[in-house]
């Protein structure tokens, strides 16, 4: 459990410290998705760009009709592998566009579910007028918003 969370104090019980734990958990595995897309993304750009600048620098300048052109880059046996893991590339980013979607749900239903329980989770009076300083503690220490649904 984070040092933070653990240090909360006597307003907040265990349940609570460790459903914050949770949605820390999962914002977490939310921006490593996220993080991980990014990079994939920038990767393919960047080897289909390269690509692109071979083709044209070695194939279109160099050759004088289309068929030589197409000819030219089916005979390189060196091709078909580029272009397989330029699909790999794009296939991973699916992949985790789709993990990273799922995370970004999941994320924001616990959220959400902790914004319309907080006062299940604060039920005393004294604790709710306290819950302000863990809302705040959440925004500022791990950047989750506990004061509205909304994102």
Do not use: C
Not at 76 to 95: D, E, S
């Amino acid at each position: 459990m984070e040092s933070v969370i653990q240090m909360l104090d006597k307003h907040t019980d265990d349940a609570t410290k460790k459903t914050l734990q949770l949605l820390v958990a999962k914002k977490r595995k939310f921006d490593q998705f996220k993080r991980r897309e990014w990079h994939w993304r920038l990767s393919a750009f960047f080897t289909f760009g390269l690509f692109l600048v071979y083709i044209y620098n070695f194939i279109v300048v160099h050759s004088t009709t289309y068929s030589e052109m197409f000819s030219y880059f089916f005979d390189r046996p060196i091709h078909l592998p580029i272009v397989m893991f330029i699909g790999y590339q794009v296939g991973m980013i699916k992949y985790l566009l789709y993990k990273k979607d799922k995370a970004e749900k999941e994320y924001h239903d616990l959220r959400k579910e902790m914004v319309k329980r907080s006062d299940d989770y604060w039920s005393q009076p004294e604790e709710w007028k306290q819950r302000h300083q863990v809302f705040e503690m959440m925004k500022k220490e791990f950047d989750i918003n506990l004061y509205h649904e909304t994102k």
